[in-house]
């Protein structure tokens, strides 16, 4: 009996830690892209960084960062700045669903980097948000 007790826990550890390695692979092939493409030092500090950084609306003024949406704590639910519709956590660790689509991933970047940079993500700056992101 207690055999089988550890055997169950055992192959519970195996699937926790192969789920996070399917996690992890859509978001490494995205970095393997993102240096490919000439981003050079990336790392989560820097993507905690830019996380918290304020950007000016060039037409607007208005002031935006990834927390206006998104909050400080990537484990919390946030909410859409103009439709109040809530947004699932951007943490891996709090949504199994997060970084497992890299068309889904690119999508987003896109988006809101326009809409919070003013711009495009730069590859370096990609591959920092996904670290940052992965190590939540």
């Keep these: 009996m207690r055999s089988a007790k550890v055997t169950v826990i055992i192959l519970a550890l195996l699937f926790t830690?192969?789920?996070?390695?399917?996690?992890?692979?859509?978001?490494?092939?995205?970095?393997?892209?993102?240096?490919?493409?000439g981003a050079g030092n990336v790392n989560a500090k820097a993507g905690e960084t830019l996380w918290g950084r304020r950007?000016?609306?060039?037409?607007?003024?208005?002031?935006?960062?990834?927390?206006?949406?998104?909050?400080?704590?990537?484990?919390?639910t946030g909410r859409h700045a103009k439709t109040g519709k809530p947004i699932a956590p951007m943490a891996a660790s709090a949504n199994p669903k997060r970084l497992t689509d890299p068309k889904f991933i690119e999508k987003w970047f896109s988006r809101n980097c326009r809409w919070t940079l003013?711009?495009?993500?730069?590859?370096?700056?990609?591959?920092?948000?996904?670290?940052?992101?992965?190590?939540q």
């Design 17 to 37: 830690s192969l789920g996070g390695m399917a996690q992890a692979k859509p978001a490494d092939d995205l970095l393997t892209k993102y240096r490919e493409q």
């Design 118 to 135: 003013g711009r495009e993500c730069t590859p370096g700056e990609k591959g920092s948000f996904l670290l940052f992101i992965q190590s």
């Design 55 to 76: 950007f000016k609306d060039p037409e607007t003024g208005e002031e935006r960062a990834c927390t206006t949406c998104h909050t400080n704590d990537l484990h919390a």
